[in-house]
């Protein structure tokens, strides 16, 4: 059963950092591209960063270098890093992973980051 586990999501204050992380069950962790994807009300779920597994890296216009991906293949976890938040980070985060040869997706229940002074 394939499972993502996200969790890191909370509360933090403008300017503040928070690190999210996605633990992957029953996948083949090597061969899947694994993304994070944010959804605020009203709008449609859209790609923040995306890491496969030889460590190309794709990440969206807004991300503006203060927030980096990163992912352990040992550990088969992906991480969120996010510095110097903005109130417009806000938002549910979804933690996804594509499999590179069957195009199979997966997603996570999401965590939530709220950003407030």
């Known amino acids: 059963q394939v499972r993502l586990v996200e969790s890191g999501g909370g509360l933090v204050q403008p300017g503040g950092s928070l690190r999210l992380s996605c633990a992957a069950f029953?996948?083949?962790?090597?061969?899947?591209?694994m993304g994070w994807y944010r959804q605020t009300p009203g709008n449609q779920r859209e790609l923040v960063a995306s890491?496969?597994?030889?460590?190309?890296?794709n990440y969206a216009d807004f991300v503006k270098g203060r927030l980096t991906i990163s992912r352990d293949n040992a550990k088969l976890t992906v991480y969120l890093q996010m510095n110097s938040v903005k109130p417009e980070d806000a938002g549910v985060y979804y933690c996804?992973?594509?499999?590179?040869?069957?195009?199979?997706?997966?997603w996570g229940q999401g965590t939530q980051v709220t950003i407030s002074s």
């Open positions: 890491i496969s597994s030889s460590g190309d890296i």
């Open positions: 029953g996948i083949v962790f090597e061969t899947n591209i």
């Open positions: 996804n992973a594509e499999d590179q040869h069957t195009k199979r997706q997966s």
